[in-house]
């Protein structure tokens, strides 16, 4: 599935943008922060799609586990999880994207 694919590009460059000393960015540890933002919302914005492609709708208050949240790379055989959960993982996401990328620092 093309959209996992996304998401495993946005994790593995999360990962590698993390360990990385801000020296290395033109812009210092705002272009750092700006990319990192960016990667955490592309990556819950496509779990979000997916989830509103493939799962039920949470007011049908299934309770089965229904698609992985994958947040490591690599990651062979993620494991399902209930939409609740999926969805509590995505606006994590959203909230770590909204503050990396606020530049008022």
């Not at 960015?25 to 960016?38: S, V, Y």
Request: charged fraction near 25%; include cysteine.
């Amino acid at each position: 599935m093309k959209g996992y694919n996304v998401i495993a590009n946005a994790n593995n460059l999360i990962q590698s943008i993390e360990k990385e000393n801000p020296g290395k960015f033109e812009g210092g540890e705002m272009e750092q922060r700006m990319i990192l933002g960016e990667a955490y919302g592309c990556r819950a914005l496509m779990h979000f799609d997916l989830c509103r492609l493939f799962a039920p709708a949470p007011v049908e208050q299934e309770t089965g586990d229904y698609l992985p949240y994958v947040t490591d790379y690599p990651n062979i055989q993620p494991q399902a999880i209930s939409v609740d959960k999926f969805l509590e993982n995505v606006v994590s996401d959203i909230k770590k994207a909204r503050e990396l990328t606020d530049c008022r620092f």
